[in-house]
């Protein structure tokens, strides 16, 4: 069956413009994380969504950063106001109940570059 | 909070020779443990994880790994690796009772001819 996929799979933009990432996960499941990699770091964990609603967005590093899943399906990463200090490959996952025992299907993730 | 120490950066090795990875983390709470492979230009997949039972778990592509709670220790095995096991991998923990998969830095495999 289909993965997780993700749009844009690269995205340039200029500093200070708007930008809109997009995740759509596997058909029927319910959770849907965002992470961030870094050249030469594991991802990082942004946030994490159960239905449509966030149950942690401890990891957004600032209010630039926003995220929605209105229909409980589709969910989109939008970041305002693009520093060059954004610049990472954006991983969108999902898993089928979000517990912590139900490991992460990733998409290929967006690479953002901010110049 | 958790977080997780692979203790290799890059570990370059020959076609058929075995290969350890080593990964350790820190918790004040049970926890879940995985390893994720990211091979050149995919997405990350999940290799093998440890919920409960037997310490040793296998996965695929004939790695394994064992979970050492003393020891805080998760590490990865491989007996005689093969060109295409090239990448990058991950150990990932989650508490037992949370959500939140917390990722180390990862270690490349490099695997020479």
């Known amino acids: 069956g289909a993965g997780v996929s993700q749009t844009p799979s690269n995205k340039v933009t200029e500093k200070g413009k708007y930008v809109e990432l997009r995740c759509d996960p596997i058909?029927?499941?319910?959770?849907l994380y965002w992470y961030r990699q870094s050249l030469g770091q594991g991802p990082e964990f942004l946030i994490y969504?159960?239905?449509?609603?966030?149950?942690?967005d401890s990891g957004l590093p600032n209010d630039r950063f926003f995220a929605v899943r209105p229909e409980g399906s589709v969910s989109t990463l939008k970041i305002q106001r693009t520093e060059r200090g954004d610049s990472a490959v954006y991983l969108c996952?999902?898993?089928?109940?979000?517990?912590?025992?139900?490991?992460?299907?990733f998409g290929n993730g967006t690479r953002l570059t901010v110049t | 909070a958790q977080s997780v120490t692979q203790l290799d950066s890059q570990v370059p090795v020959f076609e058929e020779a075995p290969v350890e990875l080593r990964c350790n983390y820190s918790?004040?709470?049970?926890?879940?443990l995985f390893w994720y492979v990211q091979y050149p230009n995919q997405g990350l997949q999940l290799l093998l994880k440890?919920?409960?039972?037997?310490?040793l778990v296998k996965g695929i592509n004939g790695f394994e790994a064992e979970f050492n709670k003393s020891q805080t220790s998760f590490h990865l095995r491989k007996p005689s690796v093969h060109i295409s096991d090239t990448a990058e991998y991950f150990c990932?923990?989650?508490?037992?009772?949370?959500?939140?998969?917390?990722f180390g830095a990862g270690t490349r495999l490099f695997v020479k001819a």
């Open positions: 996952a999902s898993s089928p109940q979000g517990g912590g025992n139900s490991p992460l299907h």
């Open positions: 058909s029927g499941h319910t959770a």
């Open positions: 969504f159960q239905g449509t609603g966030a149950a942690d």
């Open positions: 918790s004040s709470v049970s926890v879940y």
């Open positions: 440890y919920l409960s039972g037997s310490t």
């Open positions: 990932a923990v989650t508490s037992t009772g949370g959500f939140k998969t917390i």
